[in-house]
């Protein structure tokens, strides 16, 4: 993984920093030069990730949420959103489409299915009572200029 | 996150402005919930032209209020929705149960 430049962004797990982490994601990614589409696939694969953690790592208590956003070489960006909170006992249950523990708040399931599709890849490490890693990685089209 | 409600003869629309995520569902969902069950309308338009950014929390923030409609005998519908919401829209399948304009 050759890296040409990288941020890191810990935050408490409050709902108001969901709207925080995209600002920095997209900050960072200014310097790409990214489409429209590819900036709000990024964002929105971002929110959902924290998102997860806000609402279920760490249910009924609070805890830190890391942000790691790098560019790679060729135009790939990666990013990983780490949280020490209750972990996934069911990680293929959890990125089912409509599956969620949370349907009193409305919360629709489909938050895997968003990141999956609109990133390229997506992986899910989890232990109970440890915490859940999610890294994305997309590749963004050859820069026009 | 803004609501402007205004209504016509029981068709209603609710245009909201800034972005919509777990943080903001909450209170979007709390005052059109006030709304629907004050007003009874027989329609609702979400109408989503002025919204930046929308995640999977829309999704449930729709299809809450759409039972919610159905529950109080009317209709849901959203209308303008950007194309990058439009496409979290088709993604989770809610254009077979709610019209989206």
């Given amino acids: 993984m050759e890296v040409v430049n990288s941020i890191k962004f810990t935050m408490p797990s409050l709902s108001v920093n969901e709207s925080a982490a995209r600002a920095v994601v997209s900050s960072f990614l200014i310097q790409t030069d990214p489409t429209v589409e590819e900036l709000s696939d990024i964002r929105t694969a971002v929110s959902e990730a924290v998102t997860n953690a806000v609402v279920h790592a760490y249910r009924g208590t609070s805890g830190m949420i890391e942000l790691t956003v790098k560019l790679l070489r060729d135009r790939e960006i990666y990013i990983r959103v780490k949280d020490r909170g209750c972990g996934i006992p069911d990680i293929s249950q959890a990125m089912e489409p409509l599956f969620t523990t949370a349907p009193e708040e409305e919360r629709s399931g489909l938050g895997f299915s968003v990141m999956q599709s609109f990133m390229d890849k997506l992986s899910v490490r989890s232990a109970e009572g440890k915490g859940t890693t999610v890294t994305m990685r997309k590749r963004l089209a050859p820069n026009g200029n | ?101």
């Avoid at chain 2, 245009?15 to 969902?29: M, Q």
């Avoid at chain 2, 002025?50 to 109080?72: A, N």
């Fill in chain 2, 1 to 101: 996150m803004k609501v402007d409600i205004s209504s016509d003869r029981g068709a209603a629309v609710a245009v909201l402005s800034g972005e919509i995520d777990h943080h903001n569902a909450k209170s979007v969902r709390e005052e059109l919930d006030r709304y629907i069950i004050a007003a009874q309308p027989r329609s609702l338009a979400i109408d989503m032209g002025r919204i930046t950014f929308m995640d999977s929390s829309g999704i449930g923030l729709i299809m809450g209020r759409s039972k919610l409609m159905k529950e109080c005998g009317g209709i849901l519908e959203v209308r303008n929705p950007q194309p990058y919401i439009r496409r979290v829209l088709k993604l989770s399948g809610i254009e077979r149960i709610v019209k989206v304009n």
